[in-house]
């Protein structure tokens, strides 16, 4: 297994803190399902004049077990 080294700043890591403490999972297990279906993702066209924009991604799922890992994000990247 391969370690990654992500640079988030303090308010997006204490956002993602938060979120995998009220789901009952860790930043690395949903950071790894979406990397797992990363491939699955859906692009969405890109609009003329628009390449340079930030990606959009929608919330993380609401529901989580230990049982059942996170589902990933939905991202559309524009």
Not at 54 to 63: I, K, N, S
Request: proline letters at 12%.
């Amino acid at each position: 297994m391969r370690n990654i080294t992500v640079a988030v700043s303090d308010a997006v890591y204490h956002d993602a803190r938060v979120w995998a403490a009220q789901h009952d999972t860790s930043i690395s297990a949903t950071v790894q399902r979406l990397l797992e279906h990363l491939p699955t993702l859906e692009r969405a066209p890109r609009a003329a004049g628009k390449e340079d924009r930030t990606p959009a991604v929608a919330p993380l799922a609401d529901t989580v077990s230990p049982s059942r890992p996170p589902t990933p994000p939905q991202a559309v990247i524009l």
